[in-house]
């Protein structure tokens, strides 16, 4: 209570100076906005002066701080000149605290000199403790006021809100749909082509040793026909892991990291950092992200090491794998456009960096609920 009642004076008088600034900016960015070179700047400026206000709402009620803006439309110059009302509120109860003090130091050198008496004193502790509540309650409903403008002119409605997460879900649905579908056909193709023919083959080696009267072929067929059999089973453990990593179910994402890093054709370096483990459905994403990157850089990019570092962040935890090939990666292909899809169904975050020749930067971010 005492830190509340101590942030919120502060908040309100910072806030009647750069109200003052504010007014200042909106004047000068409306001589310079007919210049379209710099109507970007000014809108990550407006940006940005709004952002610091809402952390400094937030700071004078003890609350984190709120998450960015992502856009400078005129909602936000409108609440850059809205908030001339609470600055200049806000300056007055400061000016009227300022004014209390200054006469609280009058009296204590009245009672110091002996020039006052008794009750003069007890009329003016009372009418002092009196005034302070007043100010003080002038403070909060300023600094409600300036948080209601916040929210009305920055935040989104509820309706409006809730309009853009039904739009989102609607097309992450959509989206998994269609790449469960993609799996499926990828899943068909690797059975088709690899293991359907490598059992035809098989079959054909044991028909051939079945009707050799020598012994000694009878004897090389199956020893060759036996070890397609390993080959298969392989290929079918290959398969299943890129339909599910069972080992998760018994097995730390890390411990299944090494896995692909072993079994990669590139050199796979995994950088570990002490982080919360997500849930199954985060920890197969990531798993998915990595076998993909690993994939696509041993066949296109030409890289001679991969880095997977993990750890935690803001929301939960964080994957960037980086590798140091030709880059060029196409964000929109199958492969890196089905991981997105995966990744925004947990509501995470998938962003691709890979400028030719510099190689290719994967981040993932997903939360830990």
Request: net charge positive.
């Amino acid at each position: 209570m005492l830190r509340r009642w101590t942030r919120i004076p502060v908040a309100v008088a910072a806030g009647a100076v750069t109200g003052a600034a504010e007014l200042l900016f909106l004047l000068v960015a409306g001589l310079v906005v007919m210049f379209p070179l710099v109507r970007g700047q000014v809108a990550g400026a407006a940006r940005w002066i709004a952002d610091q206000e809402r952390r400094r709402l937030a700071w004078a009620r003890s609350e984190p701080a709120p998450p960015p803006l992502r856009s400078a439309g005129p909602r936000v110059f409108g609440y850059l000149a809205a908030r001339a009302l609470p600055a200049l509120l806000g300056g007055l109860v400061t000016a009227l605290l300022v004014t209390g003090v200054a006469l609280a130091g009058i009296v204590v050198r009245s009672v110091l000199a002996g020039t006052m008496t008794v009750p003069g004193l007890l009329g003016q502790v009372l009418l002092g403790i009196t005034l302070l509540t007043l100010n003080l309650q002038g403070f909060v409903t300023v600094a409600g006021l300036d948080r209601r403008l916040a929210r009305a002119l920055l935040e989104s409605s509820t309706r409006e809100e809730l309009e853009r997460r039904i739009g989102e879900l609607a097309a992450s649905r959509a989206e998994v749909v269609a790449a469960v579908d993609v799996e499926r056909q990828r899943i068909e193709r690797d059975l088709h082509d690899g293991l359907q023919q490598r059992l035809v083959a098989l079959g054909m080696l044991l028909g051939r040793a079945r009707r050799s009267p020598d012994p000694e072929r009878t004897r090389a067929l199956l020893d060759q026909a036996h070890a397609d059999a390993q080959r298969a089973v392989e290929e079918m453990r290959e398969v299943a892991w890129r339909v599910y990593p069972s080992a998760l179910a018994h097995s730390s994402l890390d411990e299944v990291l090494a896995m692909v890093a072993q079994r990669s054709a590139v050199p796979v370096r995994i950088d570990l950092a002490p982080h919360p483990r997500p849930g199954r459905p985060a920890e197969t994403a990531l798993y998915f992200v990595a076998c993909e990157a690993v994939t696509n850089t041993a066949k296109h990019g030409a890289a001679t090491v991969i880095t997977i570092a993990v750890g935690p962040n803001a929301t939960g935890v964080e994957m960037v794998i980086t590798d140091d090939g030709v880059g060029g990666a196409d964000p929109d292909g199958s492969g890196l456009h089905g991981l997105a899809r995966r990744v925004a169904a947990l509501d995470g975050r998938f962003e691709v960096r890979s400028p030719p020749g510099e190689g290719t930067t994967i981040r993932v971010e997903l939360p830990c609920g």
